[in-house]
């Protein structure tokens, strides 16, 4: 395992779950803090990812892109259950470029479109009329044309610095590799963890 390309090790690995998890194989706990360091977790869905890191999106009002906004710092879990694996990601954020966020904003169902519009994400929202009544608006103002991505809505790439593998091993004698590097540009270095 240890010879791998993290991301190319990740893709496999992805793989793998993609076959056997029941639901969002791409499904990863997000950990974010504000400036002061107070932490936050929730669970999103990759996107996407490459060489340069792992993509989500959301609204940029919401508590993560208000936090990330503070402290570009975050870290990931992907946990499959069914695999007794996890992958553990940790690294500077940045925000993906507009053409990725208008090509991945296009690519959504409609529907999933206007509730972007729609939802003031992490805000107290009065009832669910009130929401309900907010997806009625903008379903009517953009009527049967393309909706646009709003422009409170993109995407974040965590680029990380620490890559960690873990497997499942008997009596609790796991296997633990994690992949580090000083900068982007740098080199991978690797190391068996004790469990």
């Not at 540009?185 to 068996?192: L, N």
Request: glycine share 6%.
């Amino acid at each position: 395992m240890s010879d791998k390309d993290p991301f190319a090790l990740f893709a496999d690995w992805l793989a793998e779950a993609e076959k056997s998890e029941p639901n969002d194989p791409n499904a990863m706990s997000l950990a974010t803090a504000d400036a002061s360091g107070r932490p936050s977790l929730r669970m999103v869905l990759l996107k996407g990812f490459d060489a340069d890191g792992f993509v989500f999106y959301t609204n940029l009002g919401s508590r993560k892109g208000s936090q990330l906004a503070e402290n570009a710092q975050a870290a990931l879990l992907f946990h499959w259950k069914s695999l007794r694996r996890q992958v553990r990601v940790e690294g500077p954020v940045t925000p993906v470029s507009d053409q990725e966020a208008d090509e991945y904003f296009a690519s959504r169902p409609r529907g999933s479109q206007i509730g972007a519009w729609a939802s003031e994400q992490s805000r107290v929202c009065e009832s669910k009329f009130a929401l309900e009544k907010r997806v009625a608006s903008y379903t009517a103002k953009f009527n049967i044309g393309t909706v646009p991505r709003p422009p409170h809505w993109s995407g974040f790439r965590i680029v990380p610095d620490r890559i960690e593998f873990w497997s499942d091993g008997k009596f609790r004698l796991h296997d633990r590799f994690l992949y580090c590097r000083p900068t982007p540009d740098a080199p991978w270095s690797v190391d068996r963890l004790f469990p």
